[in-house]
């Protein structure tokens, strides 16, 4: 099973050729763009190998074929005596002959799996091409940049976000509630945290994730843009948990922290979890509302100026792109969608902030 690959598109000039299927010419060829694929993978034993092919996808003026490359070149150019062999080894692999636009309307494969042949067929759907004003030039081809649309994306940005949300807060949660109180019942520690903390409350978080951006940017550590948010979220949320929790036991009852000595010691595990804890929680919770809605809109923020990744998109993402592509006309329902998550994880802090003020 492959686990890593990369793809290289060039286009080429060719002989003039007429996709066909079954000997029937469908279509005029008009140009050939050849993909390389190199392939990381492991062999049976597990140990590591390589391996690579080259795809062709052959563009036509209302069809488009998709195949291995020279299988396309003997097929549909003639070209035996060059891609013979190539197109010989290809069949080992049994791999499909893709149509877009055959038969009219619809997406076709055509595959093989031994001893059977197989045909699918689905309608082709309306990508909503729009030319655009970027140009490029690529292969000798003056090009100009089309943007189009296919399935949806909306709900699996909007998982993502809050998977990252989540991620970022119940770090930011766990080591605060730990760390505050500790420092909340040592002093030394305490003033151990000081600069980290003021260090944290200052820093600009708009320009950590350009500079994080800027430093991870690279085919090997592209992955860890997707994490970005995690870590904004931890810089805000994680000082206003481990101040509020820091507080809370500084602020306890006297009466109660006397007993607790009596019995065992304030500093034992179930004087922690059975009295401080509680006490805390009810003292903090105000605070941790707070932390909650900060962190999604830090979030998205930090969405959009890394535009995460394309397999784990984002809200922030799509708004990102949307704006870059020039589609202005998603902005405004993505960022409808973004105030409603923000408005949504905000409400607890308004529910316990109107309580408090009764």
Known sequence: TPRRGSSHGRSRPVPRGRPSRNGRHIDQAQFVVIYDFQINTTDKNGN????????AVVVGSHVAKCTEFNRVMGEDFGEWKEYGLGEFNARKYNLPVIFVGYPDGEISSFDKVVPNRY??????PDFGWKLMDDTLTVGGYLCQKAVGKYAGRTWTAIGWTTLRFVIGFAISFVLGS???SLAGLHQWFKHFMKPTLGVMKTIPTAAVVILIVATIYGPKNAYLITYVPCLLIFIVAFPLIFEAF???????NPSVMASLDLDGGRHSWMALTKVLWPDAFAYARLSIAQSLGLSMKVCIMSEVLSATSASKPSVGGLISNAQSSGAVEDILPLAIIALLLMLIIDIPFFVLRSKKGK
Not at 48 to 55: C, G, H, L, N
Not at 246 to 252: H, K, M, P, Q, Y
């Open 119 to 124: 045909f699918y067929t689905e309608p082709l």
């Open 48 to 55: 590591a190998a390589k391996d690579s092919m080259q795809w």
């Open 246 to 252: 820091r507080a809370a036991l500084e602020n306890e």
């Open 178 to 180: 730990l760390l505050g």
